[in-house]
């Protein structure tokens, strides 16, 4: 078996966060969705669970931070294509997410992003793997 991942995201509101992922194509498992929980499926392997905050607050000690003001973590994840990564960007957009920076293509790579309406940076990228530069490791 795979290791799978539910990266667990605190939410203001639970509904107006499912009607903003829906809105970009997401789909929710309803076996582990109820009124203090959603389980976005990413991909086979990879989940996003939605917790209201004072449930979220039951799995830590420390406080919640405001992601609209500090940076807890950037959620990137693959696109199939440069048109793929813009179409999501887009729909978010439309979703009421906003983008907190450009596009960045260089070259091998394209990525854009936008920050959810909890303020959680998501980043979309596109990566050509016959173009990565051979030396690519050497530099990071």
Known sequence: MATQIFVNLPVKNL????TFFT?????????FTNEKAACMIVSDDIYV????ESFFKTFTPNPISDAKKSTEVLLCLSSESR?????LVGKAITA?????NKPQDHG?????????LDGH?????????SAV????????
């Open 15 to 18: 509904d107006k966060s499912v």
């Open 49 to 52: 669970m939605l917790l209201v």
């Open 121 to 129: 940076l998501w980043e979309i990228m596109y990566m050509d793997m």
């Open 96 to 100: 009421g997410a906003s983008t907190p």
């Open 133 to 140: 530069p051979a030396d690519l490791g050497a530099t990071a």
């Open 83 to 87: 048109k793929k990564v813009d179409e």
């Open 23 to 31: 809105a970009l194509g997401f789909k929710f498992n309803p076996q």
């Open 108 to 116: 091998f790579m394209y990525q854009h992003g936008f920050q959810d």
